[in-house]
């Protein structure tokens, strides 16, 4: 349970980036290279933070900001900020019970959370201790198996399916492999090494989830159970995904009948084929750097995807650190963006406290920032509040 102050290891956090350095040292080598790892050379992981600098926001002075509110509405629902945590998957590998401590962390605070289909925590468990949650699905070519899923997702009380659809193959384990991830992992004197020379979280995550809830597999891959999470034989099944197509979204659409976001898009078309095929929201997303490398920061091509789908809610992620990248993404015209880096981090740092304070941090900027830029509300937010750098001129008669 958190409590309002902050325990030691937080005090020397200030901003989200804050908690990478502790994370590095708290986590095994692999489990830190899989959350911080991007794509190759990882162009576009470090894209995705510049674009932001690109960006500039234009205040507004002498403004009465005296009764600023960050609530936004999305699907019926009303948040309290305007911001959310993104699936990342094996979760409960960074914190004991790490889903059900980010999803219990974003319900306290009143914002959109989505577990990940590659999660080790039941979604029936997750969905029962934080109902709002959305749940983010990777799914197969196969009718019988999707439809499998989501009578389970359905079941478990889920009303938002994220379908994540720009991992059509496994990207380059290149980077993984540096560093000694797979997925499962393999038992290895190196592995074991690494757990042994990290005995806080060797004893405090994944020898106490050992102990209490056995060895963890990946729970909600499919509506099976999946392989465990440390294994010398088995693979994660990654088949039956380079022949899903908008024919299999719009199946989906026919039977799921809560809403529908579809994950991963960076063009304008594929936001209208997304509509098209019955998405009620897109997150315009290069899976945070970690697909193909070189991809397009969502960033630059937002304005055109809200511009093509006026009537579609466009969410972003991808390198969303700072309260000012939150409103300048809001100024391009996202409903809400999401992060999900930072809040694994946070909980690897210092738990249900950790993700506590990271969200706490981003609020903060985001309400600080509302006035420094001259508004009370989000919907004041437009585009003559940013600007890209290459369109500043000198004022006339300079």
């Known amino acids: 349970m958190s409590t309002s102050r902050p325990s030691r290891a937080l005090r020397r956090i200030h901003s989200l980036d804050d908690f990478e350095r502790p994370a590095r040292g708290r986590l095994p080598r692999p489990l830190f290279s899989y959350i911080s790892n991007g794509a190759d050379n990882e162009v576009s992981l470090r894209g995705n933070r510049a674009a932001f600098d690109q960006y500039v926001l234009m205040p507004r002075m002498l403004v009465d900001v005296s009764r600023r509110n960050q609530q936004i509405e999305l699907f019926g629902q009303r948040y309290d900020a305007p911001f959310g945590i993104s699936p990342v998957g094996l979760g409960a590998m960074y914190a004991y019970r790490g889903d059900l401590l980010l999803a219990g962390a974003a319900a306290r605070a009143n914002i959109p959370a989505v577990l990940s289909g590659a999660s080790l925590t039941r979604l029936e468990d997750v969905a029962k201790a934080a109902p709002g949650t959305w749940f983010q699905a990777y799914m197969p070519g196969d009718a019988a198996r999707v439809e499998a899923l989501l009578e389970r997702v359905a079941a478990a009380g889920y009303r938002v399916l ?76 990654l088949q039956a995904r380079d022949h899903f197509n908008w024919t299999h979204v719009r199946q989906i659409r026919d039977l799921w009948k809560g809403k529908l976001v579809v994950k991963g898009l960076v063009r304008w078309q594929d936001a209208v084929l997304a509509r098209d095929s019955g998405a009620d929201g897109v997150i315009v997303s290069n899976h945070g750097g970690r697909q193909v490398d070189g991809s397009v920061s969502p960033l630059h091509v937002l304005p055109g995807i809200v511009k093509a789908v006026p009537d579609v809610a466009v969410m972003m992620d991808s390198g969303v650190r700072r309260g000012s990248d939150v409103l300048k ?70």
């Open 162 to 237: 994220v379908l994540t659809v720009d991992l059509p193959v496994s990207v380059n384990p290149e980077n993984y492999a540096r560093n000694g991830f797979s997925s499962p992992l393999r038992p290895s004197l190196s592995l074991a090494w690494q757990g042994v020379s990290h005995p806080g979280w060797l004893l405090g995550t994944f020898g106490r989830t050992l102990l209490r809830h056995g060895m963890p597999h990946f729970e909600n891959w499919r509506a099976e159970r999946g392989a465990p999470i440390l294994s010398s034989t088995l693979e994660k099944d």
């Open 329 to 398: 993404a809001l100024s391009m015209g996202a409903r809400c963006v999401f992060a999900g880096r930072p809040f694994n981090y946070a909980a690897a740092v210092a738990g249900a406290r950790g993700v506590d304070h990271a969200i706490g941090i981003l609020r903060s900027e985001i309400h600080r920032n509302m006035a420094l830029l001259g508004i009370n509300r989000l919907d004041e937010l437009d585009g003559t509040l940013v600007r890209h750098v290459s369109t500043l001129h000198p004022s006339p008669g300079v």
